[in-house]
């Protein structure tokens, strides 16, 4: 049961697939403060994913949904949407939820769902990601938070982190610096959307305090 003091604090519900890594950075800077919201529920499509026992570790409750046992993706998003609407999110954030999203689902949650993807959007939408930057003899690269929309991988991005391509890097090893990244960005972008700074106004643009962010959102460099 929520008290009054739940009711208030804005409410986060993640939605992973695999280890849930930014999915436990976000819980502990929520639970210290740093984020002034709750992680009110984590859910994963995937019964054998490690997340889940991490979410647990952390008395976050949990929803498993095997996307296996339905027949069609529009099925599935649609029985994830009262799983994730019983706890009242103000915010649903994909990390590392492998999921191509039907277009309901995403406008259900549009204006509130955030999403990680590592590249520098629009570049690199889709898998793959480090390999093929490598693959195009790209001097960086990097991850970015958007907004969600019908567009795979196409909201308007919030922020970005730009990481060098090291001459010696092969996928595993820039996909590692990228993921530092990700534990810094991504719980940033929550904490702005929670304290009202941050939204996607009507025109399909990211805001932030009112001011209309840039294409490539705010960009830190490594």
């Known amino acids: ?9 804005p409410r986060i519900v993640i939605l992973i697939s695999g280890t849930g890594s930014n999915m436990i950075t976000l819980a502990e800077k929520a639970r210290s403060g740093e984020i002034p919201g709750m992680v009110a529920a984590v859910l994963c499509n995937r019964p054998e994913a490690v997340g ?19 027949d069609s993706r529009e099925a599935f998003d649609a029985a994830m949407i009262p799983l ?15 999921r191509i999203l039907s277009e309901d689902f995403v406008r259900r949650y549009q204006g509130r769902m955030l999403n990680i993807h590592p590249s520098l959007l629009p570049k690199y939408q889709g898998l793959n990601t480090h390999q093929r930057a490598i693959d195009a003899g790209d001097s960086v690269h990097g991850v970015s938070v958007h907004f969600v929309t019908e567009e795979l991988d ?19 090893t820039l996909q590692k610096r990228v993921q530092q990244q990700e534990h810094i960005i991504y719980p940033i972008a929550v904490k702005w959307f929670v304290e009202g700074r941050l939204k996607m106004s009507q025109a399909g643009e990211a805001t932030l305090d009112g001011q209309a962010l840039s294409a490539s959102g705010i960009q830190l460099t490594d």
Request: net charge negative; glycine share 4%; no cysteine.
């Open 1 to 9: 049961m929520m008290t009054d003091q739940t009711m208030d604090t």
């Open 52 to 70: 889940i026992q991490h979410a647990k570790d952390r008395d976050i409750p949990v929803e498993v949904l095997d996307h296996k046992d339905f």
């Open 84 to 98: 994730i609407d019983q706890y009242q999110p103000d915010l649903v954030v994909l990390a590392g939820f492998m």
């Open 154 to 172: 196409g909201g308007p991005v919030v922020i970005q982190a730009v990481v060098p391509v090291l001459n010696d890097d092969d996928a595993p």
